[in-house]
């Protein structure tokens, strides 16, 4: 079992930048390949970016790819999402994800394949 939880949302203006953090409970973080999702209002949950087990391997969805970095640190059991030049089609809440795999180098990018999620985290950028 993984709990997750998020923190590092906010309001930012156009251009600006910033950091969300995911904890996870639990001895095994290194077997679980993790991701960030976000859901805006009256959309659907979409993959953001996802990091295999190894952390070796990434996946961004494409209209953030050169803006956010998705990175791991096993030793303290945090995912994070580095989020720079954000514009206001960037906001939504902001979920962390968590799947176990036998796969290092695999990433996971529809939600149905994870199991474990956090309670969300509001980014809102403003024009």
């Known amino acids: 079992q993984v709990q997750l939880v998020e923190s590092g949302g906010g309001l930012v203006q156009a251009g600006g930048s910033l950091r969300l953090s995911c904890a996870a409970s639990?001895?095994?973080?290194?077997?679980?390949?993790m991701a960030w999702f976000r859901q805006a209002p009256g959309k659907e949950r979409e993959s953001v970016a996802a990091?295999?087990?190894?952390?070796?391997?990434?996946d961004y969805t494409d209209s953030v790819k050169g803006r956010f970095i998705i990175s791991r640190d096993d030793a303290k059991n945090m995912v994070y999402l580095q989020m720079n030049s954000l514009k206001p089609e960037d906001t939504a809440v902001y979920y962390c994800?968590?799947?176990?795999?036998?796969?290092?180098?695999?990433?996971?990018?529809?939600?149905?394949?994870?199991?474990?999620w956090g309670q969300g985290t509001q980014v809102t950028v403003s024009s």
């Open positions: 639990g001895r095994t973080f290194s077997s679980y390949a």
């Open positions: 990091v295999a087990r190894n952390g070796g391997y990434t």
């Open positions: 994800a968590a799947v176990l795999t036998g796969i290092p180098s695999r990433t996971y990018t529809r939600q149905n394949e994870y199991t474990y």
